[in-house]
């Protein structure tokens, strides 16, 4: 082929696709549909207790809307990091849900599925190999980060993706669990004869946010990629991709925007070309892809490490206000005398306050400014939820009653708009893998199991 054409729906799977947007991009000739479903954005909560990242009614509805795309067209369908976290149980409730949706439609698709998720052992062996380095500022890992994580997957590059494809060119649908974001759209591309890897990586990595590279940011998204460059088109008439729009998505959530590294290799923008093709669409080329002497994958894991439980309010005492801080070093000092817990570095109280350094903590260069109110939010961590609960309820009793200078009132000082006013909110992850691992082949590690599902099917 020429020329391919790759529709994504949406930035990630279940936060919902426009309907007519989506239908204007079949009809503009896609040969594929390929959609990101995960992302470590909120946190490490999603890996570490298993949780999916959209409720079952919002995948639903998006599958239900793709999977009529994909029986219309004739195209397939090709899904990365299923669920959010990718684990092996989110493919399977991905693959269940489309079984479900083709029986009901009377669809009959052959559905693949491939799996991300790493056994302890290996990684322990990877480590005691010296095949394990930190990713960005991760700290050296240790045996019982290991040991202590609840899920490990691994980020799959286009590799896996790519063997389906070959192995099994009548695929319908692709349901993959981890996935490093631009990995799909690079597997279709190069099935299809697309031989610049400096083209569809770039062209993945853009794509996999859906049409946030547009002005403004929308979610239905048309590539159209050949040989030497690609082209992008949202597919909302009231959206338009600009050169700006476009070059400046290089900045979304990078460390740097020039080089970007991924399974195999760094993609490399410095020499990347932007051109205007019509009011609406861009073209982009020059981008280049350089091969890794090593290939490695990010591993990601998560572990529970205590429990939470957080309280919110408001002060607006412009007394108070403007000692905020010395007054919440009081509250914490307070509760260091009544919780051995802080002592023994059991448990931790932070406060955020909005209004003044909320957002940016202590990196807020406007330190010295004064508002009219300000929201706390406290939050504390504790080896288990009732000493969560009971640190934190000390904590608001303490914002709310405890004395301060100048202070002229005697009620409370603090206004609280929820009832109870500790909310416990559960258990607490941290990442306790974000590393690269060497793997000796980037296909050995993640399984495929090919599945029929909808009228006559068959295993």
């Not at 999603?46 to 949780?51: D, P």
């Not at 019509?278 to 429990?307: C, H, M, N, W």
């Not at 904590?395 to 009132?409: D, E, F, K, S, T």
């Amino acid at each position: 082929m020429k020329e391919l054409k790759i529709l994504t729906p949406v930035g990630l799977l279940g936060y919902g696709i426009p309907e007519a947007d989506f239908w204007r991009g079949i009809d503009a000739g896609a040969d594929a549909i390929v959609v990101d479903a995960g992302s470590t954005d909120p946190g490490p909560y999603l890996l570490g207790l298993g949780k999916m990242i959209v409720s079952a009614g919002a995948l639903e509805r998006d599958l239900r809307l793709m999977l009529a795309g994909c029986v219309r067209a004739k195209i397939p369908v090709l899904i990365g990091s299923a669920g959010g976290p990718g684990i092996a149980s989110h493919v399977d409730e991905t693959v269940a849900l489309i079984r479900r949706i083709a029986q009901e439609e009377g669809y009959r698709l052959k559905v693949a599925a491939i799996y991300a998720d790493i056994p302890h052992a290996l990684v322990h062996d990877a480590l005691a190999a010296g095949h394990i380095s930190p990713c960005a500022s991760a700290p050296a890992l240790t045996a019982a980060d290991i040991t202590a994580s609840t899920h490990i997957v691994a980020q799959m590059g286009a590799e896996p993706f790519l063997k389906v494809l070959r192995e099994h060119p009548d695929v319908d649908v692709i349901v993959a669990g981890r996935a490093y974001d631009p990995a799909p759209f690079a597997a279709f591309c190069m099935f299809h004869g697309i031989e610049d890897p400096g083209i569809y990586w770039h062209m993945g990595k853009i794509m996999e946010c859906g049409a946030v590279c547009a002005e403004p940011k929308g979610r239905v998204i048309l590539a159209t990629v050949r040989q030497d460059s690609f082209d992008l088109e949202p597919m909302s008439p009231n959206e338009r991709c600009t050169t700006l729009s476009v070059a400046s998505h290089t900045l979304y959530e990078k460390t740097r925007p020039d080089l970007l590294a991924g399974p195999g290799g760094v993609l490399d923008l410095n020499g990347a070309r932007y051109v205007q093709l019509t009011d609406r669409s861009v073209r982009v080329s020059g981008s280049v892809f350089r091969l890794a002497p090593v290939y490695q994958i990010k591993l990601e894991g998560a572990a529970v490490v205590g429990y939470r439980t957080i309280f919110v309010g408001g002060i607006r005492d412009p007394i108070l206000v403007g000692q905020i801080d010395s007054f919440l070093f009081g509250v914490k000092k307070r509760l260091s005398l009544a919780h051995p817990e802080f002592a023994a570095g059991d448990a931790q109280i932070h406060f955020h306050v909005y209004g003044k350094n909320g957002v940016m903590g202590a990196l807020e260069p406007e330190k010295d400014f004064v508002p009219l109110e300000v929201g706390i939010l406290g939050e504390v961590t504790a080896p288990t939820q009732d000493v969560a609960n009971a640190i934190c309820s000390n904590a608001r009793i303490a914002v709310l009653h405890m004395p301060y200078v100048g202070q002229m009132a005697t009620a409370g000082n603090f206004a609280i708009p929820l009832n109870p006013p500790e909310n416990p909110i559960g258990p607490v992850c941290r990442f306790s893998l974000y590393h690269l691992m060497d793997v000796a082949s980037p296909l050995a590690l993640f399984p495929v199991r090919i599945e029929h599902v909808g009228e006559k099917a068959s295993a």
